[in-house]
Every structure is written in structure tokens, then in C-alpha cells.
């Protein structure tokens, strides 16, 4: 087992994401492995923290890749959020993504939280997706 499927797997979903139209259509262009410097819009997708775990097996080594998703909205209520967390997991839905290093062998939706964050004028939908590298 190896962290070196960590960065190729996180460039891979990102690019994912960015070229998905639906998700783009409900975002635009904000979504980010970073968030930018200044003010962010109302709306957006962040790429967070993960945990990995070895998962070796008989045939070579691997990782189980816990990823943390957010969608950050300005609006009132839940509902522009919600959607937008949809689309990200619809986005994800299909594993073959390709990576410079190391074979995706499953990505699946795990859980999700929906909470009011900060003064409560902020809505977040943090999810978790699981991915299955294999380094062989």
C-alpha cells in the first residue's frame, strides 16, 4: 500500500466534476480543490480531507480512499444545496475514471450531513465517498 493514488484519484474526481454539465449547470464553475482568495459565491462545491487505509491483497497493493465532499450555499433554505449534492453524487456515480497512477476500482456514496453552519445563514451538505485503488 501506498499514498501515491491520492493525488491521481483527487485530480480525477476533480476533473470529473468540472466537466459534468448538470453539476455545472446548478454551480457554474465553482468548485474547488482550493477555495479561492476573496469572496465565494453563493453556491459551490469544495473538495475536502480524506483518510486512506492499506488494503492489500493476494494480487498487489491498494488503498481504500475515504473522501469528504462539500456543497456551501448562501440561499434560505436547503433546496439549491440538496440538488447540487445530487448532482456531484450522480457525477460520481460511474467509477471509470481514469488515473495517472494506480486502477479505480470502486467509488460509491457513503453518508452525508446536512447541517446550518457559522450564524445559520449558511447551509452545507458535507459528504463521504469511498474509493477502492488498486496500485497494480
Given at each position: ?11 480525477a474526481?476533480?476533473?470529473?466534476l468540472?466537466?459534468?454539465p ?27 480531507g ?28 436547503f ?20 488515473l495517472?497512477?494506480g486502477?479505480?476500482v ?8 446536512a ?22
Amino acid at each position: 500500500m501506498s499514498y501515491g493514488s491520492a493525488a491521481p484519484l483527487q485530480a480525477a474526481i476533480y476533473q470529473r466534476l468540472v466537466g459534468d454539465p448538470t453539476l455545472g449547470a446548478i454551480v457554474g464553475s465553482a468548485i474547488y480543490d482550493a477555495l479561492p482568495a476573496g469572496n465565494l459565491p453563493s453556491l459551490y462545491v469544495s473538495l475536502g480531507g480524506e483518510e486512506v487505509k492499506a488494503r492489500d491483497e493476494f494480487t498487489g497493493g491498494g488503498a481504500v480512499h475515504l473522501l469528504k465532499l462539500s456543497v456551501v450555499s448562501a440561499a434560505s433554505g436547503f433546496a439549491s444545496a440538496k440538488e447540487a449534492a445530487s448532482a456531484v453524487c450522480d457525477a460520481l456515480d460511474d467509477p471509470a475514471l481514469s488515473l495517472t497512477r494506480g486502477r479505480l476500482v470502486s467509488l460509491r456514496f457513503v453518508r452525508a450531513k446536512a447541517a446550518m453552519v457559522g450564524n445559520g445563514q449558511t447551509r452545507r451538505i458535507d459528504m463521504t465517498f469511498r474509493a477502492r485503488v488498486d496500485e497494480t
